[in-house]
């Protein structure tokens, strides 16, 4: 094989095996990706791609995390496994130069030690001993990609989910990689954001890069994709060209979302549907929030404003979706529903009654918060264990176990009551954090990002349950990009931006 025609990167999987488990979490995978090819690889929830994405980049490596039967060729280099003591092994920082990698938690990439979005632009290409001037230079033509340059002097922490992830794809990106590995890259961006994400993407193949994509949805970005590779219960059911693979059986059976693929459990949503003059659940009055003004901001900054004189009424049994730019205040919005935040002006009223003086607990009973990151919220052993955790003060040890069983059982985790949290893959951890949600049976449901990772039959849980909360009375209000979903799903679409909401 010539250098010209020798794949970037080349797996063959007979079989790879977590310490302590009895079977294969992946068998039988192969993947060849070429310089300057997009290869898209699809799976539904638990189909292995996040293990297979964190081999190929060196996060999980051979004889460390589990026994790999297989090989892996990155360029010339070549390592052949037997699940044996004496296998060779991966250096991680060496690996890690040419292979770069943005997982589904994006934040997990970034350093951490770094107090701006420059500095975190600029730490891989410090390690290299980059020169100054070109490092200034890389990160200003980065931050021009990704749509960053107006937060480059912003704390990473104070970003919002999806200008994480943009950050996370600038600095996988930045140091130029033979290889970039990523995992659900479109997740919880906006539509400006997905074309900044796209069109780095082709800068890098232009520039002779291989790309591998790991995604839970047959999207404009996969479309793009020379070469699908589905994963179904760890192991290849079909690979191909795109235009070969979407009408494929094996496609429509993993779970893979595709636009225009009827859900089984279609949208009975009536989105002409009105308000029903019931009291509101929740009510905004005027309410007006602002952060801190973050560093390198002028003098006379006092405080950036994100929601502005807010007036919002949500009845029973009203659903109402708020779209609106990465960075918009969003997540902020919902926060202030259950009291983590508090107006600097205004009023949140629940049920009738200001939260003004509640404590977040007593308001957690009346407002259930899915977080935009699932991981924020869970904290028990147990799959079980963090469902009933809020049930048992209220209902008593035995009523709270039977609750939180139906609502595992509406999230389809049943199975998976004595897991514990941190084993189930991402999509399940959202579904979970929605199960803790739902089994309190709260007066209003405020969901932030909630079908980000969610296959189709994730998806299909979510709309049951949310159908239900409904169903009894409860206000469901829900941030997401999804433009289809919203439309499908809300009486109400709303955006925020410029920190006021206005009605789509």
Same mark, same amino acid.
């Given at each position: 094989?010539?250098?010209?025609?020798?794949?970037?990167?080349? #797996?063959?999987?007979?079989?790879?095996?977590?310490?302590?488990?009895?079977?294969?979490?992946?068998?039988?995978?192969? =993947? %060849?990706?070429?310089?300057?090819?997009?290869?898209?690889?699809?799976?539904?929830?638990?189909?292995?791609?996040?293990?297979?994405?964190?081999?190929?980049?060196?996060?999980?490596? +051979?004889?460390?995390?589990?026994?790999?039967?297989?090989?892996?060729?990155?360029?010339?280099?070549?390592?052949?496994?037997?699940?044996?003591?004496?296998?060779?092994?991966? @250096?991680?920082?060496?690996?890690?130069?040419?292979?770069?990698?943005?997982?589904?938690?994006?934040?997990?990439?970034? %350093?951490?030690?770094?107090?701006?979005?420059?500095?975190?632009?600029?730490?891989? =290409?410090?390690?290299?001993?980059?020169?100054?001037?070109?490092?200034?230079?890389?990160?200003?033509?980065?931050?021009?990609?990704?749509? !960053?340059?107006?937060?480059?002097?912003?704390?990473?922490?104070? !970003? /919002?989910?999806?200008?994480?992830?943009?950050?996370?794809?600038?600095?996988?990106?930045?140091? $130029?990689?033979?290889?970039?590995?990523?995992?659900?890259?479109? #997740? /919880? *961006?906006?539509?400006?954001?997905?074309?900044?994400?796209?069109?780095?993407?082709?800068?890098?193949?232009?520039?002779?890069?291989?790309?591998?994509?790991?995604?839970?949805?047959?999207?404009?970005?996969?479309?793009?994709?020379?070469?699908?590779?589905?994963?179904?219960?760890?192991?290849?059911?079909?690979?191909?060209?795109?235009?070969? !693979?979407?009408?494929?059986?094996?496609?429509?059976?993993?779970?893979?979302?595709?636009?225009?693929?009827?859900?089984?459990?279609?949208?009975?949503?009536?989105?002409?549907?009105?308000?029903?003059?019931?009291?509101?659940? *929740?009510? *905004?009055?005027?309410?007006?929030?602002?952060?801190?003004?973050?560093?390198?901001?002028? +003098?006379?900054?006092?405080?950036?404003?994100?929601?502005?004189?807010?007036?919002?009424?949500?009845?029973?049994?009203?659903?109402?979706?708020?779209?609106?730019? @990465?960075?918009?205040?969003?997540?902020?919005?919902?926060?202030?529903? @259950?009291?983590?935040?508090?107006?600097?002006?205004?009023?949140?009223?629940?049920?009738?009654? %200001?939260?003004?003086?509640?404590?977040?607990?007593?308001?957690?009973?009346?407002?259930?918060?899915?977080?935009?990151?699932?991981?924020?919220?869970?904290?028990?052993?147990?799959?079980?264990?963090?469902? %009933?955790?809020?049930?048992?003060?209220?209902?008593?040890?035995?009523?709270?176990? /039977?609750?939180?069983? $139906?609502?595992?059982?509406?999230?389809?985790?049943?199975?998976?009551?004595?897991?514990?949290?941190?084993?189930? +893959?991402?999509?399940?951890?959202?579904?979970?954090?929605?199960?803790?949600?739902?089994?309190?049976? +709260?007066?209003?449901?405020?969901?932030?990002?909630?079908?980000?990772?969610?296959?189709?039959?994730?998806?299909?849980?979510?709309? /049951?349950?949310?159908?239900?909360?409904?169903?009894?009375?409860?206000?469901?209000?829900?941030?997401?990009?999804?433009?289809?979903?919203?439309?499908?799903?809300?009486?109400?679409?709303?955006?925020?931006?410029?920190?006021?909401?206005?009605?789509?």
């Amino acid at each position: 094989m010539s250098a010209t025609t020798r794949p970037a990167l080349l #797996a063959r999987i007979g079989g790879f095996t977590f310490h302590g488990d009895a079977r294969p979490v992946l068998r039988d995978v192969g =993947l %060849s990706a070429a310089p300057g090819t997009l290869t898209a690889v699809l799976g539904g929830s638990g189909s292995g791609k996040t293990t297979l994405g964190k081999l190929l980049a060196g996060w999980l490596r +051979p004889g460390h995390a589990g026994s790999l039967m297989g090989s892996l060729e990155l360029g010339p280099e070549r390592l052949v496994f037997h699940g044996l003591a004496d296998d060779p092994r991966i @250096n991680p920082g060496a690996w890690s130069r040419r292979v770069g990698f943005v997982p589904q938690d994006a934040a997990a990439t970034l %350093s951490t030690v770094r107090s701006t979005v420059a500095e975190e632009l600029a730490f891989g =290409l410090e390690n290299r001993g980059m020169p100054r001037a070109d490092m200034h230079a890389a990160v200003a033509g980065t931050a021009t990609l990704t749509g !960053l340059t107006a937060l480059l002097e912003r704390d990473p922490a104070t !970003l /919002s989910g999806g200008e994480l992830r943009r950050l996370a794809v600038g600095c996988a990106a930045i140091t $130029g990689p033979e290889v970039l590995v990523l995992d659900e890259p479109l #997740a /919880s *961006l906006d539509a400006a954001g997905a074309v900044q994400v796209r069109d780095l993407i082709r800068g890098l193949l232009d520039a002779g890069a291989a790309v591998i994509v790991l995604s839970q949805a047959a999207d404009g970005l996969a479309r793009t994709a020379g070469h699908w590779i589905i994963l179904d219960g760890g192991t290849v059911t079909a690979s191909g060209p795109p235009a070969q !693979l979407m009408g494929a059986p094996e496609l429509a059976r993993s779970g893979v979302v595709v636009p225009d693929m009827p859900s089984a459990a279609p949208s009975r949503r009536d989105t002409s549907t009105g308000r029903t003059g019931a009291a509101p659940v *929740l009510e *905004l009055r005027t309410v007006g929030f602002g952060y801190p003004a973050g560093r390198g901001s002028p +003098p006379e900054a006092r405080e950036e404003q994100v929601l502005r004189n807010l007036d919002l009424a949500v009845d029973p049994g009203e659903i109402v979706a708020v779209t609106g730019p @990465n960075g918009a205040g969003k997540s902020t919005l919902l926060r202030h529903f @259950n009291g983590l935040l508090r107006p600097a002006a205004g009023e949140v009223r629940v049920q009738g009654s %200001s939260i003004a003086s509640v404590p977040v607990g007593r308001v957690a009973a009346s407002v259930g918060l899915l977080f935009q990151h699932p991981r924020d919220q869970l904290f028990e052993r147990t799959v079980l264990r963090e469902v %009933s955790f809020g049930l048992r003060g209220r209902l008593g040890v035995e009523a709270s176990v /039977s609750r939180a069983y $139906g609502a595992l059982a509406a999230v389809g985790l049943s199975d998976a009551a004595g897991t514990h949290p941190a084993e189930l +893959p991402a999509s399940q951890q959202r579904l979970l954090a929605l199960a803790t949600v739902v089994a309190r049976e +709260p007066a209003l449901l405020a969901l932030d990002e909630p079908t980000v990772g969610l296959d189709r039959h994730g998806l299909d849980l979510l709309h /049951s349950a949310v159908e239900a909360a409904t169903a009894r009375g409860a206000a469901v209000v829900l941030v997401t990009h999804d433009v289809a979903y919203a439309r499908a799903m809300a009486h109400r679409i709303l955006e925020l931006d410029g920190g006021r909401l206005r009605q789509v």
